[in-house]
């Protein structure tokens, strides 16, 4: 499937793009490669118009078990100011969905590049948490922009002060992850999720995206003008569709 400088694999299914983060030796533990992968990648799918979905996974035994503790002590030699950030801002803002498969270990800088998907699904054995405090070190990767937007500030604030472990079942009850799957059969039922939203129209995705993106957080009547000044009209494939649910 590749080899050992593969840090980020890609494989396509049918319009489906699979990340797979690759140091399954280090539990995908996050360095600088490994984010330039990712990023080639990303800019790669950003231009391919034939994939209509990502699906961002770990291999082995986690999704992640975050920043690369021995790159951060021996001083990382990253691109610029911000490169970590500005790598999620890419994926966060592809035209086509982006879901964060995540089993077992996701903490810290981990989580901040699963909450850069447009969701998380889960494994019923994952395990969350922001451990930032414990090594006295503060977030970079959006940790404090994205988290209070999918928890609220206080649930956040909760899981950044305490660094505690937050698991499956209480993710989704609070809204970190969207549905949790059982571990034997994570697999095959994220990618059939993933199939269910590539039924509906790219076009669609696309757009909504960016209405929801420009508005997250705005007025509500701020809002409700742009969706109507802004809007992007009627997909290609929209007779399309139509036509063929009238015929059944």
């Known amino acids: 499937m590749s080899g050992q400088s593969d840090l980020v694999v890609r494989s396509d299914e049918d319009g ?20 330039e992968q990712l990023r080639k990648h990303i800019q790669d799918i950003a231009s391919d118009k034939s994939v209509e979905c990502v699906i961002l996974r770990g291999a082995g035994r986690c999704f992640s078990a975050g920043h690369d503790l021995g790159d951060i002590a021996e001083g990382e030699d990253t691109p610029s100011p911000g490169w970590h950030s ?33 969701f998380i699904v889960a494994s019923d054995d994952a395990k969350f948490g922001d451990t930032h405090a414990k090594w006295a070190l503060t ?24 660094a505690e472990t937050v698991r499956a079942e209480e993710a989704l009850q609070i809204g970190l992850c969207e549905k949790v799957f059982p571990a034997a059969e994570f697999h095959n039922r994220i990618i ?35 969706e109507i000044m802004e809007n992007e009209g009627i997909g290609p494939d929209a007779h399309k569709r139509i036509q063929a649910f009238m015929k059944k």
């Open 16 to 35: 489906l793009a699979l990340l797979t983060l690759n140091r399954p030796d280090r539990l995908n533990a996050l360095n600088v490669p490994l984010f």
């Open 86 to 118: 500005e790598t999620l801002r890419m994926m966060e803002k592809l035209p086509k969905p982006v879901i964060a498969a995540v089993h077992s270990h996701c903490y810290t800088g981990a989580l901040e590049v699963a909450l850069a998907a447009d």
């Open 139 to 162: 977030p970079i990767w959006g940790m404090s922009q994205r988290l209070p937007r999918r928890v609220g500030i206080a649930t956040a604030k909760r899981m950044m002060f305490t």
């Open 192 to 226: 059939d999720f993933a199939r269910v939203i590539m039924e509906n129209s790219v076009f669609s995705h696309a757009a909504n995206k960016r209405l929801l993106e420009a508005t997250d957080a705005q007025a509500l009547d701020m809002g409700l003008q742009w």
